[in-house]
């Protein structure tokens, strides 16, 4: 799977959007980009996926370059509850390597209020 | 209703000891996972099952053994626990393979070994 890079962490004012990067440069044709995020001490939970066009739905919108070299997740109103770890994952949807995620360190992100 | 389950939610054990993690899931999902969260809180693979036969096994030491009695479960023993198996185990389910699909996951086991 492709490797990912994010910033470390950000802070987001509450209400405010929460719009976090990720590059993933060497993205091949057949793999999706994953967004799952993980609040303090609990399992990760899944936000959105997508392949090469731009995703919406009731947690968030996902931004993707035309080259797919890089993506935004976009959190419209970030609330207090928004606050976590959330990991930009890429993978292929079958065969070899389509099971697991790999997560890498992710961005904390702390909505401030 | 609860997705994902695990039991227990933390485990205290000493060294030495073989210990067992259950997880169930009413997903009707075919695929189970899991995950080993560290101290520095790197998520990484460690099983994965699919209709009860194993996919992926990840560099494990051999004293992980997860066992898939049904669909539905799939449980993680762990014999002469070391020091370094304390982390935080997660279970997690997913429909299958071959269509991009989100991973259910459950909420941890923290295990300590003294």
């Known amino acids: 799977d492709a490797k990912t890079t994010q910033p470390t962490s950000m802070d987001c004012a509450e209400g405010r959007a929460a719009n976090l990067p990720c590059n993933h440069s060497t993205i091949s044709g057949n793999e999706y980009v994953y967004w799952y995020r993980q609040i303090h001490s609990q399992g990760p939970q899944y936000i959105i996926h997508g392949l090469k066009n731009n995703e919406t739905n009731e947690m968030a919108s996902l931004i993707i370059t035309e080259d797919r070299k890089s993506s935004t997740l976009i959190l419209p109103h970030a609330t207090l509850r928004d606050t976590a770890v959330y990991y930009c994952?890429?993978?292929?949807?079958?065969?070899?390597?389509?099971?697991?995620?790999?997560f890498g360190k992710g961005t904390k992100l702390s909505v401030i209020p | 209703d609860t997705a994902v389950s695990q039991t227990p939610k933390y485990l205290v054990t000493q060294m030495g000891n073989d210990k067992s993690i259950k997880c169930e899931q009413n997903l009707g999902h075919d695929t189970m996972y899991w995950y080993k969260q560290d101290s520095k809180k790197f998520l990484k693979i460690m099983f994965s099952?699919?209709?009860?036969?194993?996919?992926i096994n990840e560099t494990v030491p051999n004293r992980f053994s997860p066992k898939s009695p049904d669909k539905a479960h799939l449980n993680l023993h762990i014999n002469s626990l070391e020091l370094g198996d304390s982390a935080v185990y997660f279970c997690?389910?997913?429909?299958?393979?071959?269509?991009?699909?989100?991973?259910?996951f459950g909420p941890g086991t923290r295990l300590t070994v003294t």
């Open positions: 994952i890429v993978r292929v949807a079958s065969g070899a390597g389509s099971y697991q995620l790999t």
């Open positions: 997690a389910s997913s429909q299958g393979a071959g269509v991009p699909e989100e991973q259910y």
């Open positions: 099952y699919n209709n009860k036969e194993l996919i």
